[in-house]
Structure formats: structure tokens, C-alpha cells
């Protein structure tokens, strides 16, 4: 007699409507024991490292710097390198730019517009004026080139993944827009610097199973993630190996991410310096 046996659930997996919406305020700052969102099969490292010593960074540090979204993930992104006193304001930009848009055009415009509507949101905010403001958009990209947002619900989550398994590579595409409000009356009033991420990810076609799938989406784990699947939890299962920065896959390419904070955190002089270069050239 076999000893196998069905494991169902004591509970219905939520709503997607109701797994989308966040289970609390996300606070200012992350808890140091929490782990960073790591590669596969590496130990995550807890929050209780030293931030980085550097002037851009040194410069917002006590003063207001906006995330223009809600995710977690981000968030734990930017704390590990410092940025840990952050306020989580999710932008109020409608994600319903046209499919038409090349992928690159569509999230890099996406992401500039989130940090657009929550400058002029909080710029003249009680709190006083926000020092830095950073936005992104994810998207994840079919063989096909069709542009894969967050699954509404689970039919389409299902074929989502099943389509990311059978036609190939796919990419992830983040885009990063990072402001930062000039002291000068300079139109428009502020820095402002983009970046757009490429990663290939491909599924191992041999491991992901129709089964697995709905094993996957049952636990209802990439129900807020572009593409449907998390690769720094659960769906790491389902990646065969990926091309590029593992931190775009998980929703911000870090190491530009910074790169963008120096660049608008320059002196107004410099940055001035190189407009009247351009001007002259």
C-alpha cells in the first residue's frame, strides 16, 4: 500500500486582490534582523552591516528620502547600502502607458513620472522638502516581446509563467529615476537622472512542470512581481540561470541605483559647469 498521500491546504490561498494590497504601512526604516534578498543558494546577510561612507550618501542622511513605492523588496535594497530611514510613498502615476511603447521607453517613462507625482506631491509637504526621490518600474518581457506586468489574477498568472517557461529567454527590464530638488530657482527646479536595467532569466523547461506551476502560483508568492514569480524567494525554482544584474530581477539595479544618487546629489556649480558646456559645445 502507498504511502503518498495529497496535501491540501487547511486554508484557501487570498484573493489577488486581496494578496496585492500590503499587510501593513511599510515603516520608515527596515528591521536590522531582517535578510536581504540574496542570489540563489547564498546565506542572506542581516542588516547590522556599516553603511557606506560616502559623500552622497552622508548628504541625505537625517533628511527626507522618498521611495515612490511600496515594495519591500526595494526598500531592503536600499537599506543595505545606508539608505535606511526612508519613507515609502507609492506614486499615484496611473501604470497604463501604451504596450506599443518599446519596453525600454515604456518603464524608463513610467519610472520618471512616479518620481515626478511625488516631487510635486511632497515638495511642499509638512514635513518639509524631500532631499531624495527614487522611483522604478519592472517589467518582464516574453520571448515574443509582449510585456508582462503583475498577473491579475490566477488564469492569467498560470499562463504567464507557462508562456516565460515555453518560448525561451525572457528579460527583465528596471528603470530608476532618482531626484533630487536644486536650492537655486533653476527651471525645472531639479536634478533629475534615469537608468534603465537588462537581465536575461531563462526557466529550466526539464523542472518547471504544468504541476509545479500551479504549485508556484498557489502560494500566491508573485502575485505583486512583474511576470508573476520572485526570484530571491520561492521562484528561484523555477530560474535556470539568468544574464545580467540578479538585483534587477528583484526590482532595482543597485550598484546604478547609487550611481544615479551621485550624480544629482552633485553641487549645483558642477552640475551647472557642465550645462554651460554643453551649451558652448
Known amino acids: ?49 556599516r553603511p557606506l561612507d560616502l559623500p552622497a550618501l552622508n548628504k541625505v542622511r537625517g533628511k527626507r528620502v522618498i521611495l515612490a513605492s511600496q515594495s519591500p523588496r526595494r526598500r531592503q535594497l536600499l537599506a543595505s547600502i545606508g539608505l535606511r530611514d526612508i519613507e515609502c510613498i507609492p506614486s499615484a502615476f496611473p501604470e497604463n502607458l501604451p504596450k506599443s511603447l518599446s519596453p525600454f521607453e515604456y518603464v524608463l517613462q513610467t519610472a520618471t513620472n512616479k518620481a515626478i507625482e511625488v516631487y510635486r506631491r511632497e515638495i511642499d509637504s509638512e514635513k518639509g522638502e524631500p532631499s531624495l526621490i ?25 499562463r504567464m509563467l507557462t508562456t516565460l517557461r ?84 528583484v526590482g532595482l539595479p543597485l550598484r546604478a541605483t547609487l550611481q544615479l544618487i551621485e550624480k544629482v546629489m552633485e553641487p549645483e556649480d558642477e552640475t551647472e559647469d557642465e550645462y554651460t558646456q554643453s551649451d558652448d559645445e
Do not use: C, W
Not at 527614487?134 to 498560470?158: C, F, M, N, R, W
Open 1 to 49: 500500500m502507498s504511502n503518498s498521500h495529497t496535501l491540501t491546504p487547511a486554508d484557501p490561498p487570498p484573493s489577488y486582490e486581496d494578496a496585492s494590497r500590503p499587510t501593513s504601512q511599510p515603516s520608515s526604516a527596515p528591521d536590522s534582523t531582517n535578510p536581504l534578498p540574496s542570489p540563489m543558494g547564498q546565506i542572506p546577510r542581516p542588516l547590522t552591516i
Open 134 to 158: 527614487i522611483a522604478a518600474d519592472t517589467v518582464v518581457v516574453s520571448h515574443k516581446g509582449d510585456i508582462l506586468e503583475k498577473p491579475k489574477g490566477q488564469v492569467e498568472h498560470i
Open 166 to 249: 515555453d518560448t525561451g529567454d525572457h528579460k527583465v527590464y528596471t528603470a530608476v529615476a532618482v531626484m533630487a530638488p536644486l536650492e537655486s530657482a533653476k527651471d525645472p527646479g531639479y536634478n533629475l537622472e534615469t537608468h534603465v536595467e537588462e537581465t536575461t532569466v531563462k526557466f529550466d523547461s526539464n523542472v518547471v512542470t504544468d504541476a509545479l506551476i500551479l504549485s508556484y502560483v498557489m502560494t500566491r508568492e508573485g502575485i505583486d512581481k512583474a511576470g508573476g514569480y520572485g526570484i530571491q524567494g520561492t521562484g528561484s525554482i523555477l530560474v535556470e540561470r539568468i544574464e545580467g544584474t540578479y538585483d534587477n530581477v
